[in-house]
């Protein structure tokens, strides 16, 4: 069945270093979307990518869309306190909606 | 405007009792999800409405769910006879009519099956 793997689980970084997620689907996506959840926190929309090689920016953060739509990666630039969450990417296929397994980043002031 | 909202937030329950779990969604959006989401995991689709449509229930683990939307607004997610391995925070999340599938996520309820 679909499945979508983030790597890597755990991140820890010190405040100001960068911190790449990598996420990796089973199968060809639609589109993906990434999602932000703080600790106790719900899922909050960050991005969508629908087209293939797709890059699109928000600030410190960059996103990126694989050539074949089964792959992306975000990537925060100089890491701040604010950035701590867990980061899921979310493949869409159809109506359904495939979360990867999430990475948790921790940035140390 | 008012978010996604669920009740109850936490919900402890004795194994084998039944719950209802109720999810509002933000006003004029059609598409209404279900979320299971295991400590440390990522969420996993259950159930998904379009108004009062049930499209897809594939996700449902099992014969105990069973997930309700009856006047394409609110929806009720029931657990019936429940496990400990039911013990998870159920999220909801709704999507705008037109343009992105950008999914709002309630707060999620917390379910301790003891």
């Known amino acids: 069945g679909q499945q979508v793997m983030q790597i890597p689980q755990y991140q820890h970084v010190q405040e100001g270093e960068d911190f790449t997620t990598y996420c990796n689907s089973s199968t060809t996506l639609s589109n993906i979307q990434w999602y932000k959840q703080r600790p106790g926190g719900h899922p909050v929309f960050l991005i969508q990518l629908v087209k293939s090689g797709e890059v699109k920016k928000q600030k410190r953060l960059t996103f990126q869309f694989g050539e074949a739509k089964k792959n992306s990666s975000l990537h925060i630039t100089a890491t701040q306190t604010t950035d701590v969450g867990t980061y899921f990417c979310a493949g869409i296929t159809g109506n359904q909606f495939y979360f990867g397994t999430g990475t948790s980043l921790t940035v140390i002031p | 405007g008012a978010g996604v909202s669920q009740s109850p937030r936490y919900k402890v329950a004795k194994r084998g009792q039944d719950v209802a779990l109720r999810c509002d969604p933000i006003?004029?959006?059609?598409?209404l999800f279900w979320y299971q989401q295991a400590l440390g995991q990522g969420p996993e689709f259950l159930t998904y409405?379009?108004?009062?449509?049930?499209?897809?229930k594939s996700g449902l683990p099992s014969d105990r769910f069973f997930a309700e939307r009856p006047e394409g607004s609110v929806s009720t997610l029931k657990i019936q006879r429940t496990q400990q391995e039911d013990s998870a925070v159920y999220l909801c999340a709704s999507t705008p009519p037109r343009g992105g599938y950008e999914q709002f996520f309630g707060p999620g309820t917390r379910l301790t099956v003891l």
């Open positions: 006003s004029g959006h059609v598409s």
């Open positions: 409405f379009q108004n009062e449509a049930q499209l897809d």
